[in-house]
Nanobody
Framework: EVRLVESGGGLVQAGGSLRLSCAASGFSFENHAIAWYRQAPGMAREAVSCMSTNGGDTFYEEYVKGRFTVSSDNAKNTVYLQMDSLKPEDTAVYYC??????????????????WGQGTQVTVFS
């Protein structure tokens, strides 16, 4: 069974940090595009970041660039989203998603086949 499980969400004061994890089972993260999305209450889901595990290319949306960092540990089949300098507007449920990608860079407009259940991040001021 293919599964993605996010963890690491929580309640943090503005300016603080959290590290989200996305652990895969049932498939290897190698040669995949892994993306992070988020959805705030009453809002549409929005892209956050993605990376290609084959070449390590990364992409960040402007509103998280310089504050968030995506990385992977292929041996652990886990992708991380380090979130620093958090703002109240970062409050959302964060989801990871995966799609096979043998070559090239990830894109947020790709169709991602596998999705996790989400983890809540709440930033208070």
């Amino acid at each position: 069974e293919v599964r993605l499980v996010e963890s690491g969400g929580g309640l943090v004061q503005a300016g603080g940090s959290l590290r989200l994890s996305c652990a895969a089972s049932g498939f290897s993260f190698e040669n995949h595009a892994i993306a992070w999305y988020r959805q705030a209450p009453g809002m549409a889901r929005e892209a956050v970041s993605c990376m290609s595990t084959n070449g390590g290319d990364t992409f960040y949306e402007e509103y998280v660039k310089g504050r968030f960092t995506v990385s992977s540990d292929n041996a652990k089949n886990t992708v991380y989203l380090q979130m620093d300098s958090l703002k109240p507007e970062d409050t959302a449920v964060y989801y990871c998603a995966a799609e096979p990608l043998m070559f090239g860079s990830c894109h947020m407009f790709m169709t991602y086949t596998y999705w996790g259940q989400g983890t809540q991040v709440t930033v208070f001021s």
